[in-house]
């Protein structure tokens, strides 16, 4: 198995930017496609982007499309989410996971890894 580790949440004012990591220990991370959720108080977990094992192709939600870039460095067994002009709506705990398949699934209850959570507030 693998297990993972998210980093780089925090305050940041609207249109600010932040840059979350995923790194990974146990099973190197090239075998995994791997997504960002996230997870506001009250709500369910929301799909925010995910990357291929290839890397070759990514997915992005509507919310997050043109402001997010998912990328992945193998060679630091880490997945990356950039954020960019954040919004107030931006603001919950983001996690990332991983699935043993070429594909990465949108639905949360699909993947097997997941990290403890970096928190991202967005103020207005």
């Known amino acids: 198995q693998v297990q ?16 979350l990591s995923c790194a990974a220990s146990g099973r190197t991370f090239s075998v995994y496609a791997v997504g960002w959720f996230r997870q506001a108080p ?30 992945r460095d193998d060679a630091k067994n880490t997945v990356y989410l950039q954020m960019n002009r954040l919004i107030p709506e931006d603001t919950a705990v983001y996690y990332c996971a991983a699935h043993s398949s ?11 890894y997941w990290g403890q959570g970096t928190q991202v507030t967005v103020s207005s």
């Open 4 to 19: 993972l580790v998210e980093s780089g949440g925090g305050l940041v004012q609207a249109g600010g930017s932040l840059r």
């Open 42 to 71: 009250g709500k369910e977990r929301e799909f925010v982007t995910a990357i291929s094992r290839s890397g070759g192709s990514a997915y992005v939600s509507a919310s997050v499309r043109g402001r997010f870039t998912i990328s």
């Open 102 to 112: 070429s594909n990465p699934p949108s639905r949360p209850n699909e993947y097997a």
